[in-house]
């Protein structure tokens, strides 16, 4: 999920004077790519899988073993049985914390365990906790957890208040670990069965990969407290548990992996990518990856959410973009049951990364980002499984009702206009 709310984030960049606009961008340093990605080989080779290993941070690791969660339903009694298990560390990092009945079960769950004797840490972007209630965060606190709220508004630097944390990653005793989409809130409980329960996926992961996403945390947890996590009770040794050969990549203002790994997977694709993504507003390279995809007769499909979707300025940025995308043979679908808030790329059925990550300015180049990278065919299956019956549910948007599209809407002006902080 991006900031709260679409058009108080107008607000704030109007009443800012454009100063979020432009020290929004300047917070990621370096240079980042700027030229298209020159397709050298495709995502079952060995040259994919060295390249992708070297330039985005850790290597691909084998031995693991990852379980698919669907929905609250699946999601949250998995998540919460875990954090009951634990006897050594709890590491919990996650932008949405809302008050509702899933937030005071893992509120317990989180306290209970402190209170235990467990080394509970949880990092609760201030932002989207800003709805997490005064009772939950004094209960956390009262029973030990330690508690670090990021980039807070009292932040002496404001620019740093454009930077946040959109991970959603849990590790327990270092050798359980959740990636995915699911924020802590009630939106997410059900079975996507209404508008009020969304459509995601997470999950849950065990093998010598937990220990890349533990430092992910771990170096967050670093930078905020600065305070070292290490130790047995951290990074165990950690025995094969599957078959699944995976990399856990970081993506923020300081890092460009998430950047990269997209621009480099999509110029890898040689016959199919798939991307369903809840805020796709991708830039103009990566929309020029795509297209050039298409045009070497790749099977590109992207599920993206419908009218059913919490951030309707992201929609109409993203809607102006589609008619040169379709007309190269790129083919949308909109997501009609309900909000669908899954991250999900599947690259010619082996490659998959899945996360926190989206499509958008603001992950790639703003906030804090996690996503786990899989190369092995039955995994992509799995996930390709789920896509298509997503796209069942979805409509494909044609050219023809996207004729004019430029002209037809002020307010798609003015999204085009702040697209680079959406």
């Not at 890349?212 to 771990?218: G, K, N």
């Not at 949308?332 to 300015?361: A, R």
Request: proline share 4%; charged share 20%.
């Amino acid at each position: 999920m991006n900031l709260n709310n679409s058009w108080g984030r107008i607000f704030a960049l109007a009443t800012a004077g454009g100063f979020l606009f432009f020290d929004g961008r300047a917070l990621k340093m370096g240079k980042q790519p700027r030229q298209e990605i020159v397709p050298l080989y495709s995502t079952h080779s060995a040259e994919f899988r060295q390249a992708a290993g070297s330039l985005l941070g850790p290597n691909f690791i084998p031995g693991n073993n990852i379980t698919t969660l669907v929905n609250g339903n699946q999601i949250f009694p998995a998540m919460l049985g875990a954090i009951q298990s634990a006897k050594c560390s709890i590491n919990f990092e996650t932008y949405t914390f809302w008050d509702g009945e899933i937030a005071r079960r893992f509120t317990e769950a989180l306290a209970e365990r402190a209170q235990a004797g467990v080394k509970v840490n949880a990092i609760l972007d201030a932002q989207g906790t800003q709805k997490m209630g005064r009772q939950n965060l004094e209960r956390l606190r009262d029973a030990g957890v330690e508690v670090a709220k990021y980039h807070s508004g009292l932040w002496p630097d404001p620019r740093r208040y454009n930077n946040r944390t959109h991970r959603k990653l849990l590790i327990i005793d270092g050798k359980i670990g959740f990636v995915g989409g699911a924020g802590i809130a009630d939106l997410w409980t059900g079975n996507a069965d209404s508008p009020q329960h969304w459509r995601d996926n997470h999950y849950r992961v065990t093998g010598p990969v937990v220990a890349q996403l533990q430092a992910s945390f771990a170096i967050s947890w670093l930078k905020i407290r600065g305070e070292v996590l290490h130790g047995l009770n951290y990074f165990p040794p950690l025995a094969n548990t599957g078959p699944y050969l995976a990399q856990a990549i970081r993506g923020g203002a300081h890092y460009e992996n998430l950047d990269l790994m997209y621009l480099l997977a999509i110029a890898s694709a040689q016959k199919t990518l798939r991307i369903e993504n809840a805020y796709f507003l991708p830039d103009d390279l990566v929309r020029k990856e795509l297209i050039e995809a298409a045009k070497r007769s790749a099977k590109v499909e992207i599920v993206v959410p419908g009218k059913k979707i919490d951030q309707k300025l992201v929609r109409l940025a993203s809607r102006r973009h589609w008619p040169e995308l379709i007309r190269a043979g790129v083919r949308i679908f909109e997501y009609q049951p309900t909000m669908v808030h899954v991250k999900l790329m599947i690259v010619d059925d082996i490659f998959v990364s899945i996360g926190s990550g989206n499509f958008d300015n603001r992950s790639v180049r703003l906030n804090d980002e996690a996503n786990l990278d899989v190369l092995d065919r039955d995994f992509a299956a799995q996930q390709t499984h789920l896509f298509e019956n997503d796209k069942k549910q979805s409509r494909e948007v044609t050219a023809v009702e996207l004729r004019g599209l430029h002209f037809a809407n002020p307010f798609q002006q003015a999204a085009g206009l702040v697209a680079p902080q959406l």
